[in-house]
T-cell receptor, first 112, second 117 residues
Framework: GQQLNQSPQSMFIQEGEDVSMNCTSSSIFNTWLWYKQDPGEGPVLLIALYKAGELTSNGRLTAQFGITRKDSFLNISASIPSDVGIYFCAGRTRGTGNQFYFGTGTSLTVIP | GAVVSQHPSWVICKSGTSVKIECRSLDFQATTMFWYRQFPKQSLMLMATSNEGSKATYEQGVEKDKFLINHASLTLSTLTVTSAHPEDSSFYIC?????????????FGPGTRLTVT
């Protein structure tokens, strides 16, 4: 199946810093989802995006659906230790029906 | 709302035996559930799409006779790993789409760690 390119692969930041990560695809997507996964657990949905250009926030998290519909961005402001985890983007194209394909993941470490 | 459970959370089995993993949507109905496999420090790889009342759709390279999927009701899908081998050891995660959600958001279960000895 498809896999989306996500960058950076890993990040080590100081507590309080802002974080940015992105996800790109060679295909045009109709929906983007962002998830956070803690070790040994299933991913938890953070933000869902449905329209090109859409900007949606969830607390300190903000995600955007790229204008080209081939990318999406996730920003975390004022990071805290509990932000540690792996962040995945997931995208759905018109052709894949209900299926989402996942990005390669961004591992975030927050240093207190 | 939108809670998905999986059982068991972890299982150890001997090579050659079969293991069944259950995925349940607890507070919503899901016509479609998805099964993923995840290796350590890697992304989720979609294995199959489970549709209530019909045959599952498998991704390319996934053996349907080895990974049997049954979606008998709107709240339950099962994945059976038949004749398991050590290379089947992995983290298996299901997700479900909320039928009433009117969107394509998927909610994940907590995962099942399978170890085949």
């Amino acid at each position: 199946g498809q896999q989306l390119n996500q960058s950076p692969q890993s990040m080590f930041i100081q507590e309080g810093e802002d974080v940015s990560m992105n996800c790109t695809s060679s295909s045009i997507f109709n929906t983007w989802l962002w998830y956070k996964q803690d070790p040994g657990e299933g991913p938890v949905l953070l933000i869902a995006l449905y329209k090109a250009g859409e900007l949606t926030s969830n607390g300190r998290l903000t995600a955007q659906f790229g204008i080209t519909r081939k990318d999406s961005f996730l920003n975390i402001s004022a990071s805290i230790p509990s932000d540690v985890g792996i962040y995945f983007c997931a995208g759905r194209t018109r052709g894949t029906g209900n299926q989402f394909y996942f990005g390669t993941g961004t591992s975030l470490t927050v240093i207190p | 709302g939108a809670v998905v459970s999986q059982h068991p959370s972890w299982v150890i089995c001997k090579s050659g035996t079969s293991v069944k993993i259950e995925c349940r949507s607890l507070d919503f109905q899901a016509t479609t559930m998805f099964w993923y496999r995840q290796f350590p420090k890697q992304s989720l790889m979609l294995m199959a799409t489970s549709n209530e009342g019909s045959k599952a759709t498998y991704e390319q390279g996934v053996e349907k006779d080895k990974f049997l999927i049954n979606h008998a009701s709107l709240t339950l899908s099962t994945l059976t790993v038949t004749s398991a081998h050590p290379e089947d050891s992995s983290f298996y995660i299901c997700s479900a789409r909320n039928l009433a959600g009117g969107n394509y958001e998927q909610y994940f279960g907590p995962g099942t760690r399978l170890t085949v000895t």
